[in-house]
């Protein structure tokens, strides 16, 4: 997987940050959900974005609205209940293997 160093630095970040791990790259019929953490006590699903430069635009832009919708359903799928209050979560990696950084922004 190209961006595995990402998605591996990504959850480092998290981890250090006092998130625990659920699960990683979870297959569900909409989608697929990178890292599924939990944060006190609330279910946390984080799409992980990667980007050497901003050539392509910035990470988060990479996010786009059916995406969002693509997680809030696979989140519901894995939790098999509505009545659970869950967050979504960019995890954005900028750089490269031998230099980055990461930014999480709240997605609503």
């Known amino acids: 997987m190209k961006g595995r160093w990402a998605e591996d630095a990504a959850l480092e970040h ?5 998130y ?4 990683r790259n979870r297959r569900t019929p909409y989608g697929e959900i990178d890292l599924w953490m939990e944060h ?5 699903f984080a799409e992980v974005k990667q980007r050497a ?5 910035t990470p988060l832009e990479s996010i786009r609205p059916w995406k969002l919708e693509r997680m809030r359903k696979s989140a519901l799928y894995l939790l098999g ?7 979504f979560l960019a995890v954005l990696v900028s750089g490269t293997r031998e ?3 990461i930014e999480l922004v709240p997605l609503e």
């Open 20 to 23: 625990a791990l659920v699960a």
């Open 53 to 57: 430069s901003g050539r392509y635009g």
């Open 99 to 101: 230099a980055w950084r």
């Open 40 to 44: 006190e006590g609330v279910p946390v």
């Open 81 to 87: 209940r509505e009545d659970v209050r869950v967050r």
């Open 14 to 18: 998290l981890l250090a940050r006092g």
